[in-house]
């Protein structure tokens, strides 16, 4: 399911207000594309090597264009959860 459509600014701004850098953390370059699906990072029982369906982490994350470091963004964390807003119906 795609992203609303002001969640991107919304994500950007929290961001900003947490004084987390534009640049890349690996090349130092600011060239950033947006993944507009959310991610959800499994949570997995490493004693037992069982992979639990829920819960999940539910994160964004950001491509670096130049070097392909990806940037994984926890949205509890932000405060952004629930995902609402903007005009998408899907």
Same mark, same amino acid.
């Given at each position: !399911? +795609?992203? =609303?459509?002001?969640? %991107?600014? %919304?994500?950007?701004?929290?961001? %900003? $207000?947490?004084?987390?850098? &534009? &640049?890349?953390?690996?090349?130092?370059?600011?060239?950033?594309?947006?993944?507009?699906?959310?991610?959800?990072?499994?949570?997995?029982?490493?004693?037992?090597?069982? %992979?639990?369906?829920? /819960? &999940?982490? =539910? +994160?964004?994350? !950001?491509?670096?264009?130049?070097?392909?470091?990806?940037?994984?963004?926890?949205?509890?964390?932000? $405060?952004?959860? /629930?995902?609402?807003?903007?005009?998408?119906?899907?």
């Amino acid at each position: !399911m +795609s992203l =609303p459509n002001d969640f %991107r600014q %919304r994500f950007l701004n929290e961001l %900003r $207000n947490r004084g987390v850098s &534009n &640049n890349c953390e690996l090349c130092n370059q600011n060239n950033w594309a947006f993944v507009n699906e959310g991610v959800a990072l499994n949570i997995t029982d490493f004693s037992t090597n069982v %992979r639990i369906p829920q /819960p &999940n982490i =539910p +994160s964004v994350a !950001m491509i670096c264009n130049n070097c392909g470091n990806i940037r994984l963004f926890s949205l509890g964390a932000l $405060n952004l959860l /629930p995902i609402q807003g903007g005009t998408d119906n899907g």
